[in-house]
DNA sequence: GTGGTCAGC
DNA sequence: CGCTGACCACT
């Protein structure tokens, strides 16, 4: 790839004039270039910057490829020169022309740092890492170097490895940099041509463009909002816990007559089992199990389990919630942002990461705590909206389970329902014990429930779990035909898929081997369910990103935590957004039973749950 | 880097 | 029994 140019109107190599016709194409109503009729459809572009975080990080050059075989690199902002800083507002008019379609690997990031310069892309996304990830959702990764290995056995060579200890990009001089960078961008062009045909003919092209796409500009909205933290709140907490945590290791070094680390696993064991000489219940690959169902066995027989227990619960929130949140506030917007991966998981969902928003905690005390934290801007309220039992109306849905569909059509407590039909008792007679074990064999079906599951998530023998699940499916004929033929067509297949046509690979679905075959046998039943809930609730967030966009609304969506949607809203538009919000959330798919939404509001996060 | 543990859906 | 990410200890 030596036909690389860098722009610069101080060198004078040969592809250095070529290079600059280049750029003129990509600009509206400057000087004519060569082929005077040749008209800018598409861009394949890379964005280098000072680090991987967006928000954070400033541009320090842009690679541009209009077509295979050639691309070019514009330093913006290297330390050492040339640099090229008139350009930028020259690319701004290429990349904020809508009938330009942009091609990148990982437009998301390419986006969001644009924006700072106060660049707006627009026009139809290519995204090579979204056309990788609907290829091969189960894929470990979908880097430009992963995809590049794949699909054109190209092996990408990293900067950092050739320019060895450097930083920060804008340390790499320009000339060196346009190696890597331009190629980058070639690369994108080159994946375009071959991910997008295959998408084609793999029937995968409307879930791009019909959902995929469109949320990407979602979601890079969602990050560019943020959420507002109250970080004194969380110190206070922090403060609090601290003291809490200290009184729990003074009673258990005490309990224990020793002193030892208790978030060590092993020196815990070794307490508990050697010192205390209680019963290991279940062991690891290394040694003694300490899970929580194991220490809750043992602390019917000693105290000191329950208050590793209670010691554990309040370190985590504290360390992973309390201290961890405030240091990831984000210096500019004083909001935290987090990072919502597109590409991450086999089923479709999103990923939340840095910070991870979607396991904040919900029960408990503290846990309340920790989302009190979380709270609207001046003047605004937190919306939350969230699906009812979405997981299981999707399963009515594809099951045409003639009970499932009933309950659901009448607005049933669903979980009292299972237990009135695994109890053999009426509906009214249902008590909490019954409905408990109903509820957990629920979530098990969705989830492919094996006997021993089933077994281990209610404490109980695995014959009388299998009596719940042969009651159950006796009960639910519907559904034991459908995950029958779910199997039997991920077998032909190879595959299974959701609704909307997204497919996940099972490529160990014929194992030899039972306990791997059953593994995926469950993940094809688990995996459509999962995964047209994700489809679902993408549909319902384009939707709403759409109408608050159109209606020129002040509010904005936030987060989305798999099943709920939360979003941050001016106390005079609450009303009105609501009953927008629920309708799109209901009506996102036509399902043989309704979709239902819980919306609640609130100063913050817990109040509006 | 890996494994254990636990926060969420 | 499904899907994640973060923190900690330990090698």
């Not at 909001?335 to 928003?357: C, D, M, W, Y």
């Not at 503290?366 to 039992?389: K, N, T």
């Not at 299972?418 to 053999?424: K, Q």
């Not at 009596?467 to 032909?492: K, L």
């Amino acid at each position: 790839m030596e036909q690389y140019s860098l722009f610069n109107e101080n060198k004078k190599e040969e592809s250095g004039q070529e290079a600059r016709d280049d750029l003129a194409v990509f600009l509206p109503g400057s000087r004519p270039v060569p082929a005077a009729d040749y008209t800018l459809r598409e861009l394949a572009f890379d964005v280098e910057a000072t680090g991987v975080d967006p928000l954070s990080d400033r541009v320090v050059g842009i690679a541009l490829c209009r077509e295979k075989g050639r691309a070019c690199y514009v330093p913006l902002r290297h330390l050492s020169g040339p640099n090229l800083p008139d350009a930028l507002p020259l690319l701004k008019g290429a990349l904020e022309n809508a009938s330009v379609a942009k091609i990148g690997h990982n437009l998301k990031y390419d986006i969001l740092i644009l924006r700072k310069e106060g660049i707006r892309a627009q026009g139809a996304l290519y995204d090579t890492m979204l056309a990788s990830y609907l290829l091969n959702p189960n894929k470990p990764g979908h880097s430009l170097g992963d995809v590049s290995l794949e699909y054109l056995s190209h092996r990408k060579r990293a900067y950092t490895e050739v320019a060895g200890k450097e930083k920060s990009f804008a340390e790499v001089p320009p000339e060196e940099a346009t190696r890597y960078a331009a190629e980058d961008a070639e690369l994108a062009m080159e994946l375009r041509d071959i991910l997008f045909p295959l998408l084609r003919e793999r029937g995968l092209e409307k879930l791009y463009f019909d959902i995929e796409m469109p949320l990407l500009s979602v979601l890079i909205d969602m990050e560019e909002v943020g959420i507002r933290i109250d970080t004194g709140k969380l110190e206070k907490l922090s403060r609090e816990l601290e003291r809490e945590l200290g009184g729990i290791e003074a009673r258990i070094y005490a309990l224990a007559g020793e002193t030892f680390n208790i978030n060590s696993p092993r020196q815990l064991g070794k307490v508990l089992f050697e010192n205390l000489g209680l019963k290991p219940g279940k062991k690891t690959k290394t040694g003694y199990s300490t899970g929580m169902d194991v220490l809750e066995e043992l602390a019917k027989a000693h105290e000191l389990p329950g208050e590793v227990l209670n010691y554990r619960t309040l370190h985590k929130l504290k360390t992973t919630y309390a201290d961890a949140l405030p240091k990831l506030l984000n210096r500019k917007t004083g909001r935290i942002h987090t990072s919502f991966n597109q590409t991450v998981t086999a089923t479709g969902r999103l990923s939340s990461s840095e910070p991870n928003l979607q396991n904040i905690p919900v029960r408990g005390e503290w846990g309340i705590r920790i989302r009190e934290a979380f709270i609207a801007d001046e003047g605004h309220v937190l919306i939350s909206a969230d699906y009812s039992q979405i997981e299981l109306r999707i399963l009515a849905h594809m099951s045409g389970d003639r009970g499932l569909i009933d309950a659901f059509s009448r607005n049933s407590d669903i979980h009292a329902r299972t237990a009135s039909e695994l109890f053999g008792v009426p509906i009214e007679e249902v008590d909490a014990g019954m409905r408990r074990i109903a509820k957990v064999v629920n979530f098990g079906v969705v989830y492919g429930m094996s006997p021993y599951g089933l077994s281990e998530a209610l404490g109980i023998p695995p014959p009388e779990a299998s009596a719940y699940i042969e009651r159950y499916f006796s009960q639910h004929p519907g559904v034991r035909d459908y995950i029958d033929a779910t199997i039997q067509a991920a077998r032909r297949t190879g595959c299974v898929s959701t609704l909307l046509g997204r497919t996940r690979p099972l490529p160990e679905i014929g194992n030899s081997n039972a306990n791997v075959r059953q593994q995926a046998e469950r993940l094809a039943v688990n995996s459509p369910i999962q995964g047209t809930a994700a489809d679902l609730i993408k549909i319902a967030m384009i939707r709403i990103a759409k109408r608050l966009r159109e209606g020129g609304f002040s509010t904005r969506m936030v987060l989305q935590i798999h099943d709920e949607l939360l979003f941050d809203a001016p106390g005079h538009e609450r009303e009105g957004v609501t009953a927008m919000i629920r309708h799109e959330m209901e009506h996102s798919l036509a399902l043989s039973v309704p979709l239902k939404v819980e919306i609640g509001w609130g100063g913050n996060w817990a109040e509006a749950h």
